[in-house]
């Protein structure tokens, strides 16, 4: 079992930086992938970007790349989602989930959500 936690989130200006994170419970968190995603009012959840268990791999939706950068540290059990030039497009709530294989696209564990709110 893994819990997982976001912070981080909060209202910024078009251009800004913020860095979430996601802290999780659990002995086991160094053995999960881990994704971002978020959800905007209307539309549907999309995932930002992945990272394998021991960091090494990683992988981002286009809207993104270039701008953001997930990474991890698990001897804190912590992922992290660092968003440069910030957009109003990018605002939604932002989830972390864990998953037990990298790039199946399935996460077994969700966290409660974080508001990404971007002002133009």
């Known amino acids: 079992q893994v819990q997982l936690v976001e912070s981080g989130g909060g209202l910024v200006q078009a251009g800004d930086s913020l860095r979430l994170s996601c802290a999780a419970s659990?002995?086991?968190?160094?053995?999960?992938?881990m994704g971002w995603f978020r959800q905007a009012p209307g539309k549907a959840r999309e995932l930002v970007a992945a990272i394998s268990w021991g960091g090494g791999r990683t992988n981002y939706t286009d809207s993104v790349k270039g701008r953001f950068t997930i990474s991890r540290d698990n001897a804190k059990n912590t992922v992290y989602l660092q968003m440069n030039s910030l957009k109003p497009e990018d605002s939604a709530v932002y989830y972390c989930a864990a998953s037990k294989v990298y790039g199946l696209g399935i996460y077994d564990y969700w966290g409660q959500g974080t508001q990404v709110t971007v002002s133009s």
């Open positions: 659990g002995r086991t968190f160094s053995s999960y992938a």
